[in-house]
């Protein structure tokens, strides 16, 4: 829980409507610190959730508890652009007598905002964490940065260990629901599955994600790797993708 050095934090997970969040900070106060729970930060099992369950909502639930008490409110995404767990989890929450704010982000709401950090050359990681900055504050209308012709893929959510980020080149693409969220369209479905034509992609999903389905049809369609992963990367894991991006583009 590094870095979380306020006494009194708004949490929040998925992608809340920006009206839900904005009330919410209007509410409990504009200066409190945003937490997003998706994100791993070494909090300990709370055995609420258990082990076969996403990892990324087994750490919402268990960072949740962890903060405890200075958690003012989560703010809860439990529409089609979170999951059905998100859902759950926000019940679950409730039940441990957290202040939930449950939000759907609804498609009339989609911002349909240009894409930047998605198809820009740079750092994966960097770019992954910068697209998930937006979620809270929404970036300038153009900040220089231009399009750079892919090399590979990446789809998926963001994942729990960053590490498999890192193994990707910087002339990465980003598709999937983490591209939806810097469109500030989560739960588009049809962007969701957008893949660059002949472009070399990695189909990520956490396991026991729901979007393991769509994961494994879109690999099989575009000829690409699909992966899941629990809790942290292991190393068969890493020289899969390795190899893949190296075999699929010889360049690198
Ligand atoms: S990884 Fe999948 S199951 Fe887990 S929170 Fe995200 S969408 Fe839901």
Redesign the pocket.
């Known amino acids: 829980m590094e870095n979380l050095k306020s006494k009194k934090l708004i949490g929040y997970y998925g992608f809340p409507g920006r009206s839900v969040l904005k009330s919410v900070r209007e509410r409990f106060g504009r200066d409190l610190e945003l937490v997003d729970l ?1 994100v791993a930060r070494d909090a300990p099992d709370s055995r609420i959730i258990q082990s076969t369950t ?1 990892r ?2 087994a750490n919402i639930v268990d960072n949740a508890m962890e903060l405890s008490n200075k958690l003012v409110a989560i703010v809860a995404d439990v529409g089609e652009g ?2 059905d ?2 859902r759950y989890a926000a019940f679950l929450l409730k039940e441990e007598g957290f202040n939930v704010i449950e939000s759907r982000f609804l498609p009339e709401q989609f911002e349909k905002r240009p894409l930047v950090y998605s198809t820009a050359e740079g750092s994966l990681a960097e770019r992954v964490d910068r697209i998930m900055e937006m979620v809270v504050q929404p970036p300038p209308p153009d900040n220089h940065k231009r399009a750079c012709e892919p090399t590979h893929g990446f789809w998926g ?1 963001p994942p729990h260990d960053f590490r498999i980020l890192d193994i990707f080149p910087p002339t990465t693409h980003i598709y999937g ?1 983490t591209r939806c969220v810097e469109a500030g369209s989560p739960g588009d479905l049809e962007m969701e599955c957008y893949v660059g034509e002949n472009v070399p992609t990695v189909f990520f ?2 396991s ?4 393991q389905d769509l994961a494994h049809h879109l690999a099989e369609k575009y000829d690409g790797l699909f992966i899941d992963c629990h809790r942290d990367v292991n190393n068969s894991i890493l020289s899969k993708v390795e190899a893949f991006i190296k075999l699929s583009y010889p360049g690198q």
């Open positions: 998706d996403c990324i909502i979170k999951c767990r998100g959510v629901w999903t956490q026991f994600c729901a979007k």
